[in-house]
């Protein structure tokens, strides 16, 4: 099913259409597959243009070479990788100007959230890769103004890791926890809310979780040793879980109503319905939920979302 949908993103199904009040991809990507390399790599044969809803062009010259690693190797096994259907416009454009640093470090991640939305991905899964980038992807930068931004930026056939891909087990297991944490609860909440910490729901695409997210990416940078409680809500991925998500793309399974009295009030404030749960072997599923991310070991986890693409 994956291979199929990037067939038809390359045979010409165009994204343009959607979203306009989203900003739109000006044409297809036109490139080709690297062979031999850990992970795949694209390259680009022509410029890539996406034009955002105030008219700037995030544009990616032809000869670029991306390989997704702007988004963390953890989302990839529980909602997509970057070459996976609909999130390949934004991935090509995200990954281009991470590399540059020539716009600037927030609005570079929000493009990528538009980006997603122009490309009709879903409110709530777009902003469940934009919590992964931001949690698991390229670290703060600033912006030299005396810079040229190299063009193409990168050229080689050498795959880059990234701060998770870089860390141990232990802090992998974490990562992954947290990661599934936010995306439960963005699920639940139908994209509303991103993490609950100190029993207060904090919104998306605020500026308080814009600091979040910087704290959570500070935390993964040692090893997740500071203030547990501001780490907000963690879970496992079970086995059982990832191979549904595998055979039938079905993301996560959302919290249950009862589990997170912070989600409940909020949800019941917003008039919100609490989706189905997942089933599994003839049930309903009721994830983990914890506040203590010592609490988590690699064995809560399949092995294979600890390993990531280079691992030998």
């Not at 190797?73 to 990954?95: E, K, M, N, T």
């Not at 570079?108 to 009709?120: K, N, P």
């Not at 930068?141 to 040229?148: E, L, N, Q, Y």
């Not at 100190?198 to 910087?214: F, M, N, V, Y």
Request: aromatic share 12%; charged share 20%; with cysteine.
């Amino acid at each position: 099913m994956r291979i199929l949908l990037l067939i038809l993103t390359f045979c010409g199904l165009s994204t343009g259409a959607f979203g306009q009040e989203y900003g739109q991809f000006l044409s297809n990507p036109d490139g080709t597959f690297i062979p031999g390399t850990d992970r795949p790599l694209f390259k680009l044969n022509k410029p890539f243009v996406y034009r955002d809803p105030n008219g700037l062009d995030w544009t990616v010259p032809a000869g670029e070479v991306t390989d997704g690693a702007s988004i963390p190797q953890f989302a990839w096994s529980i909602v997509g990788g970057p070459f996976d259907g609909p999130y390949l416009d934004a991935a090509i454009i995200h990954d281009y100007y991470c590399c540059t640093k020539s716009r600037e470090y927030y609005s570079t991640h929000h493009a990528f959230w538009m980006g997603m939305r122009a490309a009709s991905v879903s409110d709530t899964m777009a902003y469940i890769m934009w919590s992964a980038v931001r949690f698991g992807g390229p670290a703060f930068w600033s912006i030299d103004p005396s810079a040229v931004a190299p063009v193409p930026c990168r050229t080689d056939n050498v795959v880059s890791k990234s701060l998770y891909e870089m860390s141990d087990q232990r802090t992998r297991a974490i990562a992954i926890g947290k990661f599934a944490g936010m995306a439960r609860t963005l699920k639940t909440s139908n994209g509303k809310v991103l993490d609950v910490v100190d029993g207060k729901a904090i919104l998306a695409q605020t500026d308080e979780a814009e600091r979040h997210l910087d704290f959570l990416r500070s935390a993964m940078e040692k090893n997740f040793d500071v203030e547990q409680d501001k780490l907000g809500l963690f879970s496992v991925v079970s086995e059982a879980e990832l191979k549904r998500y595998e055979k039938y793309a079905v993301p996560l399974s959302p919290w249950a109503e009862g589990q997170i009295p912070a989600l409940d009030t909020y949800m019941k404030a917003e008039n919100l319905t609490f989706p189905k749960l997942l089933q599994l072997n003839g049930a309903e599923y009721q994830p983990y939920v914890t506040y203590d991310a010592l609490k988590l070991q690699t064995t809560d986890f399949p092995d294979k979302l600890l390993k990531d693409s280079t691992d030998k």
